[in-house]
């Protein structure tokens, strides 16, 4: 199972892997391009779905290559085809597993 951000619940499964208190991270007001928000915008400008699998198709904002997690402790990768992948460098991926995301 794979998480897309292209997924009506995709914000939700972050939820569910960061907690309740992570809604208040979704905006570019409170995030800037870390944000949720900006990288789904980002996708939808710029996102392939035929650009699957490698690390070469990452997507990122101009200023970084990631969206945080609940306070930018976790960070979650987005590829070009609007999967996104817990970044195992940052945290345990154990929840995010359970969660359906794939881990990078």
């Not at 945080?68 to 945290?91: A, C, M, Q, V």
């Amino acid at each position: 199972m794979a998480v897309y951000i292209q997924d009506p619940d995709a914000f939700e499964k972050l939820v569910a892997v960061e907690g309740e208190e992570y809604r208040r991270c979704k905006t570019v007001e409170y995030f800037g391009n870390s944000s949720f928000d900006a990288f789904y915008q980002t996708w939808l400008e710029h996102g392939d779905p035929n650009a699957r699998g490698s690390r070469e198709n990452i997507r990122t904002t101009s200023a970084t290559a990631s969206i945080y997690g609940l306070d930018g402790w976790n960070r979650y990768i987005l590829r070009k085809d609007g999967e996104i992948l817990f970044d195992e460098s940052f945290g345990d991926p154990q929840k995010a597993k359970e969660t359906g995301f794939n881990i990078f």
